[in-house]
């Protein structure tokens, strides 16, 4: 039986298919906590993911997100919303083989990738759809990714020039593409040739994907109403 949300304090795994989706979502509130003057306005849209018109601002969201994590998010998900004991623990044992651990409701880890690889690999699909007039044009294209890498100052260096290089091979580029990974924020500003790390607190990160649960659980309830 597929989960059913039928009311606003819903606590179980949210559901496989919903009517906003919940990574979109959470993208849209960490750019606005990152760059509210610039991404305040955003609304989740199609194609991209999301839009500011009136800015001619459009966001395509993606992820690069190593298959351990990947793993470890799926168990969460049932461990989230198992009672019973024994099955919770015989889960909790399969996270930390994978390398994240619970403590107190909470899945830390595993530990991120040191390589950009799957970023850049998912970099040159949203430029080749970019590319492909499958999305709304807009004046300004933005691109979020939410990854799992671990990245030192020299990699964040390289990395500037790496995704320079990628878009070369493109007529329509991204001007800004924010990668999201645990604990921060890496702005690469492509238009203007710099990048920024900006620290996100576990607090920050839990409250913005709370919010973004919320959103998506009356969303739901409308949808139902």
Same mark, same amino acid.
């Given at each position: 039986?597929?989960?059913?949300?039928?009311?606003?304090?819903?606590?179980?795994?949210?559901?496989?298919?919903?009517?906003?989706?919940?990574?979109? *979502?959470?993208a849209q509130n960490v750019l606005a906590f990152i760059d509210n003057e610039v991404?305040?306005?955003?609304?989740? =849209?199609?194609?991209?993911?999301?839009?500011?018109?009136?800015?001619?601002?459009?966001v395509e969201v993606t992820q690069a997100?190593?298959? =351990?994590?990947?793993? !470890?998010? !799926?168990l969460y998900a049932l461990y989230s919303e198992e009672t019973d004991e024994k099955e919770k623990k015989r889960l909790k044992a399969r996270i930390e083989r994978i390398g994240a651990t619970v403590h107190k409701g909470f899945m830390f880890g595993p530990k991120g990738v040191d390589s950009f690889s799957l970023v850049n690999d998912a970099v040159i699909k949203k430029?080749?759809?970019?590319?492909?007039?499958?999305?709304?044009?807009?004046?300004?294209?933005?691109?979020?990714?939410?990854?799992?890498?671990? =990245?030192? *100052?020299?990699?964040? !260096?390289?990395?500037?020039?790496?995704?320079l290089d990628i878009s070369e091979e493109y007529t329509k580029q991204y001007e800004r593409i924010v990668v999201s990974v645990p604990s921060f924020n890496y702005v690469f500003n492509l238009k203007e040739k710099d990048y920024e790390q900006l620290p996100f607190l576990p607090i920050d990160q839990r409250f913005i994907a709370e919010k973004a649960r919320q959103v998506v659980i009356d969303a739901e309830l409308d949808l139902r109403s």
């Open positions: 039986m597929g989960r059913i949300i039928d009311s606003p304090q819903y606590s179980g795994v949210l559901p496989t298919h919903t009517r906003i989706d919940f990574w979109e *979502c959470y991404y305040g306005d955003l609304t989740i =849209a199609d194609r991209p993911d999301l839009q500011d018109v009136t800015k001619s601002l459009g997100i190593s298959n =351990a994590s990947q793993q !470890a998010e !799926a430029l080749e759809k970019l590319n492909s007039g499958s999305y709304r044009d807009f004046d300004h294209a933005h691109l979020f990714v939410r990854s799992d890498i671990y =990245a030192d *100052c020299n990699m964040l !260096a390289e990395e500037l020039f790496t995704f």
